[in-house]
């Protein structure tokens, strides 16, 4: 359906704080909190950061948005995570950074034939 651009968000006062783009190569040796909630290296960022030759650390996985954030406020990691999730909370102490290369994911509908017939096709 759509191609969604993921983003870094960083406390205020980090080093990339009042960057507009960050390089995907300064999340080397960074902690980051990713969306997801499998800690089986199987999340959505892992896979793209990894595709980029980036080996993500990954410290923390949260599947609220808002949890995400308060981490990165409290210093505890760098977030990455789709600009959709970051947009549709409050971002009071965190800067919010682009990354370079754009990275992004796809949002798709996958239909299947067995559902058609359920309360979800009408």
């Known amino acids: ?5 993921m983003c870094l968000v960083v406390p205020s006062g980090h080093r990339l704080a009042d960057q ?12 980051l909190v990713v969306s997801g909630h499998d800690l089986r290296y199987d999340t959505e960022a892992f896979r793209l950061l990894t595709r980029e030759s ?20 409290s210093g505890l990691a760098l977030g990455f995570t789709n600009r959709l999730a970051i947009d549709s909370v409050r971002t009071d102490g965190v800067a919010v950074v682009g990354v370079s290369p754009r990275v992004y994911r796809e949002v798709g509908v996958y239909w299947a034939p067995a559902l058609a017939g359920s309360p979800a096709a009408s």
Do not use: Y
């Open 1 to 5: 359906l759509w191609r969604e651009p």
């Open 20 to 31: 507009e783009t960050a390089a995907l190569a300064d999340l080397r040796g960074e902690q």
């Open 54 to 73: 980036i080996e993500p650390q990954i410290r923390f996985l949260s599947d609220q948005p808002q949890i995400l954030v308060g981490l990165v406020r």
